[in-house]
């Protein structure tokens, strides 16, 4: 019923700065609260940031500072604005959806129904 499209992801060297996208499509998506997580290869997958209906947003404590999550209700897009990226930030992000979270939940994988595919974020040295 909700379908995610993560795009922008890409390569850059340590200190640059990316912006991923995420469009949302399906029934009635423009109620959900959206996210997104990331998972490095060995790694378990891990919440970056949320952003609820209302705006409210929590971000990880290992990206506060650098990362900024936003949303746009009339594109039904989420965005990741990530600045002075390092090369532990390389992972496949994926955008997630879900139509009751609130930032007073766990941003946990257990709370997101609707996941897209992943765009890959690699930071080199």
């Known amino acids: 019923q909700v379908h995610l499209v993560e795009s922008r992801g890409g390569s850059v060297q340590s200190g640059g700065s990316l912006r991923l996208s995420c469009a949302a499509s399906g029934y009635r998506c423009g109620t959900l609260a959206m996210a997104w997580f990331r998972q490095a290869p060995r790694k378990e997958r891990e919440g970056v940031g949320g952003?609820?209906?209302?705006?409210?947003?929590t971000m990880a404590d290992s990206v506060k500072g650098r990362f900024t999550i936003s949303r746009d209700d009339a594109d039904y897009a989420v965005y990741l604005l990530m600045d002075s990226l390092r090369p532990e930030d390389t992972a496949l992000y994926y955008c997630?959806?879900?139509?009751?979270?609130?930032?007073?939940?766990?941003?946990?994988?257990?709370?997101?129904?609707?996941w897209g595919q992943g765009t890959q974020v690699t930071v080199s040295s």
């Open positions: 952003i609820d209906i209302d705006h409210r947003t």
């Open positions: 997630a959806a879900d139509p009751s979270w609130r930032v007073s939940r766990p941003l946990s994988v257990n709370e997101f129904n609707y």
